[in-house]
């Protein structure tokens, strides 16, 4: 698989699938390898993904420093990646917790962001983020659900903070907008594709200047799309259109019936969704 250094010297994987033009992936997790992002709903049929692993994930080298880990610090591995591509501009699509890394990469790079999808997209570097309340909103959805009884009990040993390993296992299913097969092999391979110390380090202490960075991303001219699961707490559609509206040029779109990784849930309405953003260059371009 092709490789890049990045400032600190740390040689840093990604993968490429499909063709035509480039569209750069930052996966979440937080620090989960890029492998679970699959081919997101057969988007590279129209587009050619480039899907970055972060350091210490998937083909990814190990970091001297751990500190590095921090979303902020990361932040010159992704200006590293558009450096290396050749790209002068790009379309940046992020994933969950990845949201945060790429709007801290846009408001440090604002040239050289053409358009960001924020896919199902946390949003700590712009101080908005899901509690408790959303997640429980989110879950009252899935009340007839035959799971639901079982995992909304681990759900509760969750937010007491006595939870188990089992616990966090049994709630997986609130992330996904059916537990089919599908859902459970997807989430069944989280473990092996995490970095747990850098996970625990992404969103430390200093990793976030809020007002700094809805600032400068008040001066940005990206287009930007948000799109959130109608049955999905982070962040819930109501708080993606909150999101939205830090942005100068950001649309929202909310998938019916989708949890947290909507290219699982419909396939067909992710991609038409995401390629006609990204074919107009954000809200109002012709």
């Known amino acids: 698989m092709p490789t890049f250094a990045t400032p600190d010297g740390t040689e840093l994987a990604y993968h490429v699938v499909g063709e035509g033009e480039p569209l750069l992936c930052l996966p979440g997790g937080p620090m989960r390898a890029s492998a679970y992002l699959g081919d997101l709903g057969g988007l590279s049929k129209l587009r050619r993904l480039i899907m970055l ?14 500190a590095s880990y921090r979303c902020d610090r990361q932040v010159g591995d992704v200006e590293a990646f558009r450096d290396h591509l050749g790209l002068e501009r790009v379309d940046v699509l992020a994933h969950s917790a990845a949201g945060d890394l790429a709007i ?3 408001a ?8 960001l999808t924020l896919i199902t997209a946390r949003a700590r570097a ?13 879950a009252a959805l899935r009340t007839a659900e035959p799971w639901f009884g ?7 040993r969750v937010w007491a903070g006595s939870a188990t390993d089992a616990d966090q296992d049994a709630i997986s299913p609130f992330f996904y907008g059916r537990w089919d ?17 850098a996970a625990d380090r992404y969103a430390s202490s200093g990793a976030f200047d809020p007002a700094a960075t809805r600032a400068a991303i008040a001066a940005s001219d990206a287009g930007v799309l948000l799109l959130a699961g109608e049955r999905d707490s982070g962040p819930l559609p109501r708080v993606a259109a909150d999101i ?22 419909d396939p067909r309405q992710f991609t038409g969704t995401v390629e006609a953003f990204l074919a107009r260059g954000g809200p109002g371009t012709p």
């Open 108 to 115: 440090q790079h604002p040239r050289r962001i053409r358009t």
């Open 181 to 197: 097969n599908a859902a459970q092999a997807h989430a069944a391979a989280e473990v092996e594709q995490s970095n747990d110390e």
């Open 104 to 106: 801290l990469h846009a």
């Open 244 to 265: 939205a509206e830090l942005f100068p040029r950001a649309e929202v779109a909310v998938q019916p019936a989708a949890g947290h990784f909507p290219w699982l849930d």
């Open 150 to 156: 079982a995992a909304h009990d681990a759900y509760e």
């Open 53 to 66: 692993d972060l350091r210490g994930t998937g083909g990814s080298g190990v970091p001297v420093d751990p």
């Open 126 to 138: 712009l101080g908005v983020d899901f509690t408790e309340e959303h997640r429980r909103e989110a």
